[in-house]
């Protein structure tokens, strides 16, 4: 874990003229995926404190309904949180067994820029544009 943070710094950026998904690469988005993971990890315990000390002893329907509607808010972060951590450890994994960056459904690389805003993703953006627009069955037959 000490080389990811070394190589994980303001100082490496990854940059296209480099060799794709090479070691300093994979630290680098390993050292962004753990930061990501421990953010989400804290707003989860957030959303667990804020739904442990719900109260709906308002008098007033409308206060009552303002806080039911908070707690309800609450639970789709924490899912939302929860399922993003889910896509993390994924990616993680895949950088473990060497396929990260790579897209799932073509195996074409999924590029930089998209890995810089999105490290977790796991298709590149012509696999998700096919797929969302129904063709994506296509790469499932292969």
């Given at each position: 874990?000490?080389?990811?943070?070394?190589v994980?710094?303001?100082?490496?950026?990854?940059?296209?003229?480099?060799?794709?998904?090479?070691?300093?690469?994979?630290?680098?988005?390993?050292?962004?995926?753990?930061?990501?993971?421990?953010?989400?990890?804290?707003?989860i315990t957030?959303?667990?404190?804020k739904?442990?000390?719900?109260?709906?002893?308002?008098?007033?329907?409308?206060?009552?309904?303002?806080s039911?509607?908070?707690?309800?808010l609450?639970?789709?972060n924490?899912?939302?949180?929860?399922?993003?951590?889910?896509?993390?450890?994924?990616?993680l994994?895949?950088?473990?067994?060497?396929?990260?960056?790579?897209?799932?459904?073509t195996?074409?690389?999924?590029?930089?820029?998209?890995?810089?805003?999105?490290?977790?993703?796991?298709?590149?953006?012509?696999?998700?544009?096919?797929?969302?627009a129904?063709?994506?069955?296509?790469?499932?037959?292969?």
């Amino acid at each position: 874990m000490a080389q990811v943070s070394q190589v994980f710094s303001d100082s490496y950026i990854p940059l296209d003229n480099e060799p794709y998904m090479n070691k300093e690469q994979l630290s680098y988005f390993k050292g962004k995926l753990m930061q990501r993971k421990n953010e989400l990890h804290n707003r989860i315990t957030k959303s667990i404190k804020k739904i442990k000390t719900f109260e709906a002893t308002q008098a007033d329907i409308l206060d009552r309904s303002n806080s039911y509607i908070d707690l309800e808010l609450e639970f789709k972060n924490f899912k939302r949180h929860s399922d993003m951590i889910v896509q993390v450890d994924h990616a993680l994994e895949r950088i473990d067994d060497g396929s990260f960056g790579y897209c799932e459904l073509t195996g074409d690389e999924i590029g930089l820029p998209r890995l810089e805003a999105i490290p977790f993703a796991s298709m590149s953006i012509k696999a998700l544009e096919e797929f969302e627009a129904g063709r994506g069955n296509m790469f499932l037959t292969n």
